[in-house]
């Protein structure tokens, strides 16, 4: 990795960043809607993803079982449709059992409860599932194109470009629909929404449906994506998927979307470099096993590797919210005592 | 709250139920082997827990930040131990200087924790504590190469038992015929610093220190209006608490004589909380009770569900494990929609009961 | 700057995005008055308390307090050096007694720490029961002692004003800022209030009160800045101040009249 090549590699980290970014986004859109509603971490929301590529893969799985002569596509769709209705009903259950009953609490417990959903949803899941990782079966195979010397399959171009879709569809909904006035009515101010005749239930129900669905087809691009599944994923990416949505400004759709993709792309570059940045073998003082080290590996050893990449996220987010909790989008809130 | 009786003597009547209980705890132990010396361990791990769970309380239950990384500075004070009394470096220090040490080094991590969170409100304090809680546990587990600090995750073992002089808390001995064990041993050392660690946050609650973390808690902006300096009693808050976890991670280090970054995830912080939120989140009676609870029920649903599912089934479809977790997460739920001020009535709302003890004058 | 006074402010300024809060406030307060700060709803009132007590940095202008400047201090260090208040919405600790609450407002004047309160020697157990001694000697002062170990959520809406005041006072204010003491109160209270700032006045404590009761203010301040719009308009005694054109039309011209209330 010495030099050589600069470019395309660097076009293949951006490239890799924006497939799993708009993964990020997608996620991120149903953390900062029901933010932006209610004021709420959905820290379940990332088992909701896990939920839907689960359900896809046992659909995909059953429909190859019974040998079923389909094209790859129609029974990656069957998976879909299975998955996205199951998530949209999970969210909706969620919401009425968990969260609306302490719409009113202090803001300690709905986020309590929001975890003992994830751990209830994850165990479920590992139930269900087992506690194996899972593979994708390999019914399509993607082909890589070649632009400038990288590589991107078609499969990374269908996930951006239905991600884009996708986040289009929301923009519309919410900027042209009643429906989409009405969130954006409540998210301004919930108690006024409700004078004017707007049913707050069904607006925050949305919220979380309509995330939920998106969580469902995210799940699966991940699982395409990389061909396993596990009742843990949810749970980083999830977590992921949250600091793109402060990064972007939380309760903000068009910061969601774009923190989700910087937030891919900064941990593709992140782990891509990160191990040149913090090759120790430019150093003039090595103890001896060192230098055995950095001859046996062509002079490459680093502090810290690719190993290290969740770890990126993780100072993405603390350092957004340290410096600029507002996000990138976000408005500065003042403080009015 | 108010602590002092102003020189008045206790009744005879408390003597007594001290006494009562004092000898309850000290038998405890061989009532307990009785069972299997297993369940002395899992009285251990109670013991453990409260001294998280007190920890923990003092800075989301006192103070009122919520800390979902709290488990970093057990996993601080069990890694130190780990290095400074095991074959891994070769270091074998006593444990009478290593748990300060642990304890020391968990307060510079309280710190250096608190301080990015100052300025955070709830939710995202929240989430920034649970991102140092990883941080820490994905160190742990990869600080192995290019130098191996950590052992990575295979962790380290073989670490060394509490000893003093020739005397090991390990080893199985008897004394003029009562024979005693090694995690009975160990039982009257945490018998003891737990007593201290309730004691010291019965004080901590009662005090100059206690009354400003609860103000911070209650009302940051009339605090800091009152004079408090909400920035030094914040840190002094994660620091008191990370001590606590560090104390309790060094113990953890010797009893199991092994530790690996896979006992110090998000689950084992989610963990503690319930314990404090189950209790009543600042009532250090009810976090002790929370803890208790928490520890021994998944051993005695443990002990039943297997064999009930063999005893129906034919076989386990459920392990214990994943029971457990399942009934955290089921517990986290409900205590928040039926029972959100903890099992045990808060000591505040006793206190609103009581005759006013303070006569006029 | 003569020896009289407490607090000279000078041209203080404020904006909040595009509102302009304050702008170019001067006003000076003397030892030992009560001095009033009046003006129609949206005035600046509280806005120029928060500046003062540090809760926000002025964008322009300063402060000098018993003749030392209050450069860009934060909250607990004004309360330090001896500037305390109330807050026009009650902020008292709503889940700890009142007593609590009083003895939290000891805390800038005491020193226990960490190792005090694990310890509790001698000294520190002398302090607790000074500290407790003092708060309760405070409710009785204001009149609440008889809730002295009610949760203060749960103290009637008179009670809840004046243990705010008690806890004000435990921070052995030199000066003592109210937002508003008498909102809601009704005629029999207010006169309570009024002996209570009295008596808070004759013991040594200066006194800033923003009122929209102009009974209780024109009875109880020496003088009274008038704010409108963030500006002032006037500064002076009461008697001038009542008829001061600009006063009149700030207020008649505006939603508020200068009607008395209950007269």
């Known amino acids: ?337 | ?361 | 700057m003569s020896q009289l006074s407490l607090l000279v402010a000078k041209d203080i300024s404020k904006r909040f995005g595009g509102v302009q809060a304050l702008t170019d406030v001067s006003f000076t307060i003397n030892h030992g008055e009560i001095y009033g700060l009046i003006g129609p709803n949206g005035a600046g009132k509280t806005s120029l308390f928060n500046v003062l007590t540090g809760i926000y940095e002025p964008d322009g202008g300063s402060f000098i307090f018993d003749g030392e400047p209050l450069e860009r201090a934060k909250p607990n260090e004004v309360a330090e050096r001896g500037i305390a208040r109330t807050f026009q919405n009650i902020r008292l600790f709503q889940n700890l007694s009142a007593l609590e609450n009083v003895m939290i407002g000891r805390h800038v004047r005491t020193k226990a720490g960490v190792f005090g309160a694990i310890l509790r020697d001698k000294r520190t157990l002398a302090e607790e029961a000074a500290i407790e001694k003092r708060s309760y000697e405070l409710l009785e002062y204001v009149g609440v002692s008889k809730r002295a170990n009610d949760l203060a959520k749960h103290l009637a809406y008179g009670d809840q004003r004046r243990l705010e005041i008690a806890r004000a006072l435990a921070t052995e204010p030199k000066l003592l800022a109210l937002d508003e003491p008498a909102a809601g109160m009704n005629a029999t209270e207010t006169q309570a209030l009024k002996r209570l700032l009295e008596d808070i006045r004759r013991d040594g404590t200066t006194i800033l009160l923003i009122e929209h009761d102009m009974k209780l203010v024109m009875s109880v301040c020496a003088r009274v800045l008038v704010l409108d719009y963030g500006k002032k308009i006037a500064e002076g005694t009461c008697a001038v101040v009542q008829n001061d054109p600009k006063v009149i039309a700030a207020y008649l011209g505006g939603e508020v009249t200068l009607d008395l209330k209950g007269a």
């Not at chain 1, 979380?208 to 061909?227: C, D, E, K, Q, R």
């Open chain 1, 1 to 337: 990795m010495q030099g050589e090549n600069r470019v395309d590699i660097l076009l293949q980290q951006l490239i890799n960043g924006l497939t799993l970014g708009s993964v990020y986004a997608l996620v991120a859109l149903g953390y900062t809607m029901v933010y932006g509603i209610i004021g709420l971490i959905n820290f379940a929301h990332g088992e909701v993803v896990m939920i839907g590529a689960m359900v896809a893969l046992s659909v995909v799985t059953a429909l190859l079982g019974a040998h079923v002569s389909l094209p790859a596509a129609v029974i990656i769709l069957a998976g879909l449709f299975v998955a996205i209705p199951t998530c949209m009903v999970i969210a909706y259950a969620m919401e009425k059992i968990a969260y609306r009953p302490l719409r009113k609490a202090p803001r300690l417990a709905p986020l309590i409860t929001a975890i003992g959903m994830s751990i209830i949803l994850q165990n479920m899941a590992l139930i269900v599932w087992g506690r194996n990782y899972l593979t994708f079966p390999t019914i399509i195979q993607p082909t890589p194109y070649n632009i400038l010397g990288a590589s991107i399959t078609d499969l990374q171009v269908l996930i951006i470009v239905l991600a884009g879709l996708l986040m289009g569809g929301l923009v519309f909904v919410v900027q042209r629909t009643r429906l989409g006035m009405a969130m954006r009515a409540t998210a301004q101010n919930p108690q006024v929404a409700g004078l004017m005749g707007i049913d707050i239930n069904v607006v925050i129900s949305a919220a979380f449906v309509i995330g939920a669905a998106l969580a469902a087809v995210a799940g699966l691009m991940v699982m395409t994506y990389y061909g396993i599944a596990h009742y843990y994923m949810g749970f980083l990416l999830g977590l992921k998927a949250f600091t793109a949505a402060v990064l972007g400004g939380i309760g903000n759709l068009a910061g969601a979307m774009l923190g989700g993709i910087l937030l891919g792309i900064i941990e593709a570059l992140g782990a891509g470099y990160i191990g040149d940045v913090t090759n120790i073998c430019g150093f003039p003082f090595l103890s001896d096993t060192l230098q055995q080290q950095c001859a046996g590996s062509d002079g490459q050893v680093s502090m810290f590797g690719s190993n290290y990449q969740d770890v990126f996220a993780f100072f993405v987010l603390i350092l957004v919210l340290i410096f600029r909790p507002s996000g990138l989008l976000g408005e500065r809130v003042s403080e009015r005592a």
């Open chain 2, 1 to 361: 709250m108010t602590a002092h009786r102003g020189g008045k003597s206790i009744p005879p009547k408390v003597w007594a139920g001290v006494a009562m209980v004092a000898i309850a705890l000290a038998l405890l132990p061989f009532v307990a082997a009785l069972a299997g010396q297993a369940w002395v361990r899992i009285l251990n791990f109670a013991m453990i827990y409260i001294m998280l769970a007190l920890g923990l309380n003092i800075v989301v239950g006192f103070a009122g930040l919520l800390d979902l990384g709290y488990i970093a500075f057990y996993a601080v004070g069990a890694y130190m131990y780990a290095l400074l009394a095991s074959p891994h470096f070769g270091v074998h220090l006593p444990f009478w200087v290593i748990l300060p040490l642990g304890a020391g080094l968990a307060c510079i991590f309280g710190v250096l924790l608190g301080t990015p969170t100052l300025k955070l409100r709830g939710d995202y304090l929240a989430i920034v504590t649970l991102g140092f809680g990883e941080i820490i546990r994905i160190f742990l587990n990869n600080l192995n190469a290019p130098v191996n600090v950590t052992n990575g995750p295979q962790g380290i073992n073989l670490i060394d038992p509490f000893r003093i002089g020739s005397f090991s808390f390990a080893k199985a001995e008897s004394f003029g015929g009562i024979s005693i064990s090694g995690p009975q041993k160990y039982y009257y050392v945490l018998l003891l610093l737990t007593i201290a660690v309730i004691v010291i946050n019965l004080r901590l609650q009662n005090s100059r220190l206690g009354r400003a973390w609860e103000a911070i808690r209650e009302d940051e902006v009339a605090a800091k209006a009152m004079g408090i300096n909400t920035r030094n009693v914040k840190l002094l808050a994660f620091a008191m608490g990370a001590s606590f976890g560090g104390i309790a991670g060094g113990i953890f280090s010797a009893t199991q004589e092994f530790v690996s970054p896979e006992s110090f995830g998000l689950f084992e912080s989610i963990i503690v909380l319930a314990m404090v939120v189950l209790g009543g989140m600042g009532n250090i009676p009810g976090v002790i009770l929370g803890a208790i609870l928490l520890t021994l029920l998944p051993e005695v649903l443990r002990s039943t569900m297997e064999p009930l599912q063999n005893l129906l089934f034919g076989r386990v479809l459920l392990d214990a494990e994943t029971v457990r977790l399942l009934v955290f997460g089921i517990a986290l739920v409900a205590i928040m929609l039926y029972r959100p001020a903890g099992l045990w009535p808060s000591a505040v709302r006793k206190r609103e009961l009581e005759a006013p003890k303070v006569a006029a004058s």
